[in-house]
């Protein structure tokens, strides 16, 4: 057994956040997050975890998360949730969901039926 670097006793983390970093060229069929400005927008979440001093969130790049239409995709676990955010908003809720789970209302993703 490997002894952990950083002193962790079974891996994981309290919670775990992914946002679409997928690009699609000019004139495809369907939106991508990063055109959005989601790889903007990842380095902002990732310092203000830094700043806040919390080691048990893990936010990432991920691929395509096929909810392309509501961008920039993204899902925070364990609690699943899914969430559309833009790359110029205030992350503040956000940072409070990755802190102590509570769910920023305003911003879930809400499909919409035909
Ligand atoms: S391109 Fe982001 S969810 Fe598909």
């Not at 309290?14 to 055109?35: L, Q, V």
């Not at 802190?99 to 209302?105: E, N, Y």
């Amino acid at each position: 057994m490997a002894i952990d670097p950083k002193g962790r006793k079974s891996p994981g983390y309290d919670r775990h956040m992914f946002i679409c970093g997928h690009e699609r060229p000019t004139g495809s069929a369907r939106p991508s997050c990063k055109n959005r400005g989601s790889l903007e927008l990842l380095p902002r979440i990732k310092q203000a975890i830094r700043d806040e001093g919390l080691p048990s969130i893990r936010v990432q790049k991920s691929g395509c998360l096929d909810f392309c239409e509501n961008g920039i995709a993204c899902v925070v676990y364990p609690e699943g949730t899914w969430y559309t955010l833009s790359n110029d908003m205030d992350i503040t809720s956000i940072i409070q969901h990755l802190k102590d789970g509570t769910v920023s209302t305003d911003n879930l993703m809400k499909l919409e039926s035909e």
